[in-house]
Each structure stands twice: as C-alpha cells, then as structure tokens.
C-alpha cells in the first residue's frame, strides 16, 4: 500500500506540465488565481522585463539576461485575450527550478506591483480624478503581425490596455462595426484602437497617443438641444371689428 502511494505521487508530478497552478498567490492574491506554468520547453510564453526604464520582451528563457531572471513578468498567449484578467500580472524566478522543471511563478496584482515599481506615479494617480482614467482596447486577431507590433509598444509605452479577438467575439466584431459607421472610421482591419470611445484603425503610434488625450467621447456631456420655436399664434380679433 505505501509503495502504490508513493507511485501515484510520482505520476502526478509527473503529469502534464502545461496545466496551470491555481493556488492562492502570497502577494494578496483573493481566492485562486491561476498561474502561468513555465518550464524551458513550454510554448507561447512572452516575457518581459525593464533594463535602464527600457522595456524588453523575449519568448525564451535563454533570450533573457541572467541578471534579471531573478523577477520576470511572464503572459501565457495560449489564453485568449478575452479571457485573461488584466488586474493581475504574474512574476517568474528563472533561478528556481524544482525537480519537475518548472520555474517558480506568483501572482501579483497590478496596482500593488506598479506601486511598487513606481511609487511617486502612483501617488500621483491616485490623487487624480477616477474620472480621469483612460480606456484603452484593442482589437485583434490572433495572426495579425501588427498586433504584435502594438502589443510591444503598449508594454513599452506602459499603457494598459485590454484586447478582444474579433475572430472569436463576433459580438464584439458587430458592435465594432457599429462604432464605426457612427464616427465614419474603416473597421476592416486590425489592430483598431478604441481609446475612450474614440477609434483609431492601424497602428500609429502618433495617432493613439493624441487619442490619449482627447476627452471621453461617450461620457462627455451632450450638448443642449435647442427647442423649436412654435409659430407665433395669430392674435384674436376684438369682436368690435368685427363686420356682419
């Protein structure tokens, strides 16, 4: 019996190693929170890092400098955009490795881990206006090779940002096409940026960064409309002009 025991353990280390952890994180992490696996083999993996306030980007681990393996921020692109949780980012220890192979990872909520990176930004922005904040989404294809121009600039730009695969949300993709033909933008290719409800098709650079500071489209107040002015009534006549 301890035997078959301890054989059952084996197999299951040994198990798939592309499933997820889902264990609570020690960094605040609410509930579960599942974790990236990351082992030097597993596919579709994109870290990054920052060397000098300049962001990096690689898709392999022998693509990163050993200085900073140590903390790597790590996104598993086998998960549809539309389903992962952008209030949360995920940390791998390149130098810690267990018996199965596979690296260290825990999560972290974004807030806390930009606050932590950039303590006077925060607190600037948290005396700002919640008002104030800027929506950004951008919508894509899974094939798109500007796309994944654009998802390397928004991590070296710092923007969060949210992404829909039209593709898969055909939702998404109509109401898309809607907002177009209302502000008289090309929705028929990617990436297009909608940026507090204003739309920006392709990747530009300039483009998206003038968008960021336009007001909401959507939140800002209409403007008054003007009544029509009935037509004045035509004055009675006194009955003593009146002629019989």
């Given at each position: 019996m301890i035997?078959?025991?301890?054989?059952?353990?084996?197999?299951?280390?040994?198990?798939?190693?592309?499933?997820?952890?889902?264990?609570?994180?020690?960094?605040?992490?609410?509930?579960?929170?599942?974790?990236?696996?990351?082992?030097?083999?597993?596919?579709?993996?994109?870290?990054?890092?920052?060397?000098?306030?300049?962001a990096?980007?690689?898709?392999?681990?022998?693509?990163?400098?050993?200085?900073?393996?140590?903390?790597?921020?790590?996104?598993?692109?086998?998960i549809p955009p539309e389903k992962r949780d952008p209030s949360w980012i995920f940390l791998a220890d390149l130098t810690l490795k267990n018996a199965a192979g596979r690296y260290a990872v825990r999560a972290v909520e974004r807030d806390k881990y930009e606050a932590k990176r950039h303590p006077a930004q925060t607190q600037t922005a948290q005396k700002a206006d919640n008002s104030s904040q800027v929506?950004?989404?951008?919508?894509?294809?899974?094939?798109?090779?500007?796309?994944?121009?654009?998802?390397?600039?928004?991590?070296?730009?710092?923007?969060?940002?949210?992404e829909v695969n039209v593709e898969e949300n055909e939702q998404a993709a109509a109401a898309l096409a809607q907002k177009g033909l209302a502000q008289g933008a090309p929705t028929s290719g990617v990436p297009m940026f909608e940026i507090n409800g204003h739309l920006v098709p392709g990747f530009d650079p300039t483009a998206i960064k003038n968008a960021l500071s336009l007001p909401p489209l959507y939140n800002?107040?209409?403007?008054?409309?003007?009544q029509?002015?009935?037509?004045?009534?035509?004055?009675?006549?006194?009955p003593s002009s009146v002629t019989i």
């Open positions: 035997l078959g025991i301890g054989v059952f353990m084996v197999s299951c280390d040994e198990s798939d190693t592309r499933k997820a952890d889902t264990k609570p994180s020690s960094d605040g992490a609410a509930g579960k929170v599942t974790t990236p696996v990351v082992t030097d083999s597993t596919p579709k993996l994109l870290f990054s890092w920052f060397e000098e306030n300049t990096k980007t690689a898709v392999s681990i022998d693509e990163i400098p050993d200085n900073v393996k140590k903390e790597v921020r790590v996104q598993d692109l086998s929506s950004v989404v951008m919508y894509s294809t899974p094939h798109c090779p500007h796309c994944k121009r654009a998802r390397r600039w928004l991590l070296e730009q710092k923007i969060q940002y949210k800002s107040p209409a403007p008054p409309r003007t029509p002015v009935p037509p004045a009534s035509p004055s009675p006549i006194p």
